[in-house]
């Protein structure tokens, strides 16, 4: 006697939304475990030791201001907040084709595109958290001199650099989420991508070419915040004999058409690639 057939319930998915919010929630869960994270936040407060200690050496000539900007801009803006965002980045998305658990995501009833982007949202949100602490312990470390100030110390500069990092860590969340869906070694194109950028940061080339890259367009938003003095302009873009407030242009509109060319490659790979199931390297 035949048994009776039972139907299996298929499989439901938790939708876009939701997809993207429980990537983002395991990916942050993730994340916080990674050493090199917990290693830069416990760099970032020594960089405002240093930059104390350059502060009340007899030979500086730097104002607060100038030494806070100068700090917050060539170590945080263009060192740790680019170098992490893309290494977070790669590990949050490219880690598990690496590991190969990207093939028991990928059989799951959930789209790749939410994926992806809980992923992103996941690195957006611990890139911001990092640069604000850095920009913060930099302001500590510069307002604790208060008589090199010569108009008395600025929160504000604070807040300025907080809101121009948030949106350089957005652009570099894109880039990266790009070359880990796209690439198979993708820190290298990323180390590429860093070390071309500030090549482009110190020479004179041309403005078409610096407004593909994500630094040059953070710089000009950040000047066009400050409103800097000459030496200032100086000291945050040296290939930039005389900065006039023209040259500012559109930073936020070069941000957005560099995020979103990035995130929409980066999502076509992403749910459209094969990728093959190796060992880690």
Not at 262 to 267: K, N, P
Request: glycine share 8%; hydrophobic share 55%.
């Amino acid at each position: 006697m035949n048994e009776p057939r039972v139907e299996l319930p298929p499989l439901v998915g938790l939708g876009f939304l939701g997809t993207l919010f429980e990537a983002a929630r395991q990916c942050l869960l993730l994340l916080l475990r990674n050493r090199l994270l917990w290693a830069m936040l416990l760099l970032l407060p020594l960089l405002a030791g240093l930059e104390y200690a350059v502060g009340g050496a007899g030979r500086n000539r730097l104002d607060g201001r100038d030494l806070y900007c100068l700090f917050a801009w060539w170590l945080l803006a263009g060192v740790v907040v680019p170098w992490l965002t893309l290494y977070l980045s790669v590990q949050a998305i490219h880690g598990e084709i690496e590991d190969r658990t990207f093939q028991y995501l990928f059989l799951r009833p959930v789209g790749r595109v939410p994926l992806l982007l809980g992923k992103m949202v996941a690195v957006a949100v611990l890139g911001i958290a990092v640069a604000s602490f850095g920009a913060a312990c930099l302001f500590v470390g510069a307002a604790l001199r208060p008589d090199r100030w010569a108009t008395g110390v600025e929160p504000e500069l604070l807040t300025i650099f907080v809101e121009v990092n948030g949106f350089g860590v957005l652009a570099y969340v894109a880039v990266g989420a790009l070359f880990a869906a796209r690439f198979r070694r993708p820190m290298l194109w990323g180390s590429l991508a860093v070390v071309g950028q500030m090549l482009v940061a110190l020479l004179p080339v041309s403005a078409g070419l610096r407004s593909v890259t994500v630094a040059d367009p953070m710089r000009r938003l950040l000047l066009d915040r400050l409103d800097p003095n000459g030496q200032l302009a100086r000291l945050l873009w040296p290939s930039e004999r005389d900065f006039r407030s023209d040259l500012v242009g559109q930073p936020l509109l070069n941000l957005l058409a560099v995020g979103l060319v990035s995130l929409l490659l980066a999502a076509y790979a992403y749910a459209r690639r094969e990728y093959d199931a190796r060992e880690r390297e």
